[in-house]
C-alpha cells in the first residue's frame, strides 16, 4: 500500500493513453482513451485535457454515444480548462525568474564559469563558450535537483526527530501527481519541485509524509500524527493546492 499525496494541477503533461477525436456540436474534441478495470465509463478532465477510461470489453461506439450525452458538459469544462492559467515555463538565460523556496531568484548567465552561485536571488550560471541552451538547462536542473535533496533531506531528519522515528531513506520524486509517498517499509519519497514553495508548505508535505509511517491512511487519528508534528496543517493544505498549479516547468 502507498499514500499518495496529490498535487492540484501538475506541471510537465505525459498524456497517457490512445488519442481520439469525437466530433461534439461544432467542435472536434480530442481525448485520451484507455481500457480500465472498472464498471462503467468514467471522464476526467484535467490538465491533459479530456480523458476518458472504459471497461475492457464497452466497444468503442457505446464510448462515442455517452460521450454525446455528456457533450455539454464537456465542452463547458473544456473551455473552462482552457481559459484557466497555465504554469510559467521557464526561458533558461539571462534575466529569467524561478522560485526557489518561495523567492523569485533571478537567472544570471556569467561567461567564462563553469558552476553555479547562488547569491542575493540571483542565480549566476557559468556559460562555457559556445554553451547551447539545452545543456544550460540540464544544468539547472541538476543543481536545483541536488538543493531539492539536502534541504528535504533536512527537513525528514529534522521532522522525524519530532515524531521520535528514524530518518527515513528519501528519495527524490518527479512524480507529475503527487507532492510525496510513504511506503509501507518507510521509505519516503518527495517531489523535488517542492523547492520551488515556500519553507512551510515543503515542511507540511514533509510532516504529512512522515505521519503515514504511524497512520497508513487518512483517518483522524492520522490527521492527529499531523497536527502534532505541524499544528497548522488545515491552512497549509488549502494553500498547497492553491499554489500548485503555479509550478514553473524548468
Ligand atoms: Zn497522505
Not at 74 to 94: F, G, M, Q, T, Y
Not at 156 to 164: I, R, S, V
Request: glycine share 8%; proline share 7%; charged share 25%.
Amino acid at each position: 500500500m502507498q499514500i499518495e499525496l496529490p498535487l492540484a494541477i501538475a506541471p510537465m503533461p505525459v498524456p497517457v493513453g490512445t488519442l481520439r477525436y469525437i466530433q461534439l456540436g461544432s467542435e472536434i474534441v480530442g481525448y485520451r482513451f484507455r481500457r480500465a478495470r472498472r464498471r462503467s465509463i468514467g471522464i476526467v478532465i484535467d490538465d491533459d485535457g479530456l480523458r476518458v477510461a472504459a471497461p475492457g470489453h464497452t466497444p468503442v461506439a457505446e464510448v462515442e454515444v455517452f460521450l454525446r450525452e455528456k457533450m455539454h458538459w464537456i465542452l463547458k469544462k473544456l473551455s473552462e480548462w482552457r481559459a484557466a492559467p497555465k504554469p510559467p515555463v521557464v526561458n533558461w538565460s539571462d534575466g529569467a525568474t524561478i522560485a526557489l523556496l518561495g523567492s523569485p531568484v533571478t537567472i544570471a548567465l556569467v561567461p567564462g564559469r563553469r558552476d553555479i552561485v547562488l547569491e542575493k536571488g540571483r542565480l549566476g550560471i557559468g556559460l562555457a563558450p559556445r554553451g547551447d541552451p539545452a545543456a544550460l538547462r540540464k544544468r539547472g536542473i541538476a543543481w536545483i535537483k541536488e538543493r531539492a535533496r539536502s534541504l528535504l533531506g533536512e527537513r525528514l531528519a529534522l521532522y522525524a526527530a519530532n515524531l521520535g522515528v528514524p530518518t527515513p531513506t528519501l528519495a527524490l520524486s518527479s512524480a507529475r501527481r503527487q507532492w510525496g509517498l510513504c511506503r509501507e517499509d518507510g521509505r519516503v519519497r518527495l517531489n523535488w519541485r517542492l523547492i520551488h514553495l515556500p519553507l512551510h508548505l515543503v515542511d507540511y508535505v514533509v510532516a504529512h509524509e512522515l505521519a503515514h509511517l504511524r497512520e497508513m491512511n487518512h483517518s483522524t487519528r492520522f490527521w492527529a500524527v499531523v497536527g502534532g508534528l505541524y499544528p497548522d496543517y488545515r491552512k497549509a493544505r488549502s494553500e498547497l493546492r492553491h499554489c500548485s498549479h503555479r509550478l514553473p516547468i524548468l
